[in-house]
Each structure stands twice: as structure tokens, then as C-alpha cells.
């Protein structure tokens, strides 16, 4: 069933079709209900249907359209492509045994936004349509997502530098800090929660690069468990020279009727009261050498209007660039810097479950007509973190694309 071709967006032509034939069995009824728990004895029982006006069964309506997105993510625009709206019409009812075929044509393309969209049609054995609509389509290459900053590249260690303790950094924006930190010269604590599997797997890729880095666990919101991870670090490395607090909650999306003070503790214990915790260890080892880097994950919701359902996250962030003013005031006399990076919209796990007309919307109000990349984010924090920024304090750095100008 699956065309030969990989479409690239550039390669997708107005006016292009594609189409593909199925033959609509009783396995396929049985694993559709199977699957959605649909059991409407019109498509599953004979002799009540035959007392219907179908006089006999009806396949489910949206198991024969289910074949617009086998269209879709395998023929047009095939490998990488992202349904995100359909309208469908059912015109005709489709039996066992019918021969479906299902046809597309490209009718519009949107470069800015990499988006096609299709007329779709589904014919019977006799040609007569039993479905038609219109698709919209995101078409995701992963040479698109490279081009913008993923790859990593193979780029030469520098000189050795202290230790930086990443929290959060088995993946998204902590794991590609970690990468971009250690090619610059710095050991890497990759500090996790659970999950121990991708944490190591980010060890192993600066190891490969010829960098230093060891993962441990560490609850961030405990206070012994922070300092054994300092006590750790410290061992390791002998020079702690900075620390990454980009540890986060998951986001439930809650409306104000919905949320409870549960659910602000949750986000302030690891956005502040994490932080809080870790700097508190390692404040006396940057006293005695007179120097120290601190770079705090904040947010652009801190910054205007916060979007809905996130009042528990958007306060958090706002508390930590508080936070981090505050810190800057006191410890700026012993020569340790602290920063905010506050990133815009960035395509991370955290953002998966957001529906992709957000993530559209989100790109055409940023300049950049883009989301960010962690290693985006990634080479603001080292930046941050190097002596290249030695008169930067009480900052933060927005990796927006100019969605914010202030």
C-alpha cells in the first residue's frame, strides 16, 4: 500500500494525486469495534440491521474514512505529516465486500507554515463517492527540523573547564545544555528524576565526543538529596563553575475552576523551592572561589498576557525570575552572576500533547516564523554560563524569535 516516494514539502505539487484500493472485509468491522469499543449492532449484527432501512450491515463511517490518514502519512504528503483538521461528508454507506478506493489531490501549499492542504474523496466499486472533504496537513521533514538547529555537530572539546550541574537534563532543553556545555570545555552533572534510561544515553554522547559527564539521581525539592548531589559533583570534578536550574513540573492544562493550591505547590517546589535548595549548596563553594554562574529556566509567560489554563505554571516562572533578581542583588559582590534564559514556545516533549493549529499560531506571531530548538536555548545558556557574559547579572534573556521586544 505504501507509495515509493518520500515527499519532501518542496517537492509537493499543486494539482498532484495519488489514490490506493481497499477491499473492506468483516476482519476489519471486528477490529475497528475491537479497537474503539463501537459494538452498534447496525454494523455489528445482521439480523437487527436487515430490520433497519440499510436492510443489512453498515461498515463504520469513520473506519472507511480512517483511510484518508493512511493517505496521509504514507502517499501524500506521505512520511512525517501531521492531520490536524478534516472535514468529511458521509454520502453513501459502505458494505462488506465494497472495494473502496481512496484519492487525494493537493490543492493548496503554505510555505511559511509547511502546511497542504487536500481535497479527499473516497469512491465505491461503482465509482459513486461515498465520503468527501477536505485535509489539512502539517508536513514535518526531519531535514526541515535540522536545518533549525538540531544538529549537533561533531565540534572539537576546549579546554577543560569546571563542573555544571544541569537539573532536569536527561532531555529537551536540559539535555542539549548538557551537550553544548561539555564540547565547550565543561565537566556535566546530568542530574534526573526518573528517568535514568535517556539520562544516560545523553552521558554517552558527550563521553563519544570526548567530554566529561555522569548522571545521578536527585530529588531537587530535598535537601539531603541536593547536597549528595553536590557532595558528588564536587568529588568529580574538584570546581563547580555553574549550575542550570531547568528542572519543570508537567503541565495539566487547568482552568481556574479546575485548579487547586495542590497544584501551585507542585510547580513551586520544583521551580523554586529546587533552585532554592541547590544554590544554597553550592553559594559557599562560589564564595571561596569568588565565582559563579547561575542560569535560571524561566518563561516568556512571565513576561505579557499568559496563555490560558497555566496560571500555576506562568506564576512559578514569574517567582524565579523574581528569584533571580533578588539572588543577583545579594551575590553580585561575590562575583556570582545570576540569570534568567526565558524561552518561547520550544519543541519539546513538553509540548507534544498541544494541538498543532496552537504550535501554527504560535509560529506566525514569532518573526522568526518558527519554534525554538533546545540547543536554541541551549547556546543562550552557555553564553550565560562563560566568561564571555563576566558583566551580565540579574538578566533575562529571552529565545523567542521576537515573539517578545521589551
Not at 563553575?241 to 495542590?262: C, K, Q, R, T
Not at 497544584?263 to 553550592?282: T, V, W
Not at 506562568?314 to 526565558?342: D, W
Not at 504550535?359 to 518573526?367: H, L, N, R
Request: charged letters at 20%; glycine letters at 8%; aromatic letters at 6%.
Amino acid at each position: 500500500m505504501k507509495a515509493d516516494n518520500k515527499n519532501t514539502f518542496e517537492q509537493i505539487k499543486i494539482g498532484q494525486t495519488d489514490e490506493f484500493l481497499h477491499l473492506v472485509t468483516e476482519k476489519d468491522i471486528t477490529a475497528f469495534s475491537e479497537l474503539t469499543g463501537d459494538d452498534n449492532p447496525l454494523h455489528m449484527d445482521s439480523e437487527y440491521a436487515s430490520k433497519t432501512n440499510f436492510k443489512g450491515r453498515v461498515v463504520h463511517g469513520m473506519l472507511t474514512a480512517s483511510f484518508i490518514s493512511t493517505m496521509i502519512g504514507t502517499r501524500i504528503p506521505g512520511e512525517g505529516s501531521l492531520l490536524y483538521e478534516q472535514k468529511i461528508r458521509f454520502l453513501m454507506p459502505v458494505r462488506i465486500g465494497d472495494k473502496i478506493r481512496i484519492w487525494a489531490k493537493v490543492k493548496h501549499k503554505s510555505k511559511a507554515q509547511q502546511i497542504v492542504v487536500l481535497e479527499t474523496v473516497i469512491y465505491n466499486q461503482n465509482n459513486k463517492k461515498v465520503i468527501d472533504g477536505e485535509a489539512k496537513v502539517k508536513v514535518v521533514n526531519q531535514t526541515t527540523i535540522e536545518e533549525v538547529g538540531m544538529k549537533t555537530g561533531q565540534l572539537p572539546i576546549t579546554e577543560k573547564k569546571g563542573g555544571v550541574i544541569i537539573t532536569g537534563a536527561s532531555k529537551g532543553i536540559g539535555a542539549a545544555t548538557a551537550l553544548k556545555l561539555a564540547k565547550k570545555g565543561y565537566g556535566v552533572v546530568v542530574n534526573y528524576h526518573n528517568n535514568k534510561n535517556d539520562a544516560q544515553k545523553v552521558v554517552e554522547e558527550i563521553i563519544d565526543l570526548g567530554g566529561r559527564a555522569f548522571c545521578i539521581q536527585a530529588d531537587i525539592t530535598k535537601k539531603t538529596s541536593v547536597e549528595k548531589m553536590v557532595s558528588a559533583a564536587l568529588t568529580r570534578f574538584s570546581v563547580i563553575s555553574g549550575v542550570v536550574n531547568n528542572a519543570s513540573a508537567p503541565i495539566d492544562y487547568l482552568s481556574f475552576l479546575e485548579i487547586n493550591w495542590e497544584d501551585f505547590q507542585e510547580h513551586l517546589d520544583i521551580q523554586i523551592q529546587g533552585p532554592l535548595n541547590l544554590c544554597k549548596a553550592l553559594i559557599p563553594h562560589f564564595i571561596e572561589n569568588k565565582k559563579g554562574s547561575i542560569v535560571n529556566i524561566a518563561s516568556i509567560y512571565a513576561d505579557n498576557v499568559p496563555p490560558i489554563k497555566m496560571m500555576h505554571y506562568s506564576l512559578a516562572k514569574a517567582a524565579l525570575i523574581s528569584f533571580t533578581k533578588s539572588m543577583a542583588v545579594e551575590m553580585g559582590p561575590n562575583g556570582i552572576r545570576v540569570n534568567c534564559v526565558s524561552p518561547g514556545m520550544t519543541a519539546t516533549d513538553m509540548i507534544a500533547d498541544i494541538p498543532e493549529k496552537s504550535k501554527m499560531v504560535t509560529k506566525m506571531m514569532t518573526p522568526m516564523r518558527r519554534l525554538a530548538q533546545p540547543s536554541d536555548v541551549a547556546s543562550s545558556i552557555a553564553f550565560l554560563m562563560d566568561d564571555e557574559s563576566s558583566f551580565i547579572t540579574g538578566e533575562t534573556l529571552r529565545v523567542c524569535g521576537g515573539q517578545i521586544m521589551l
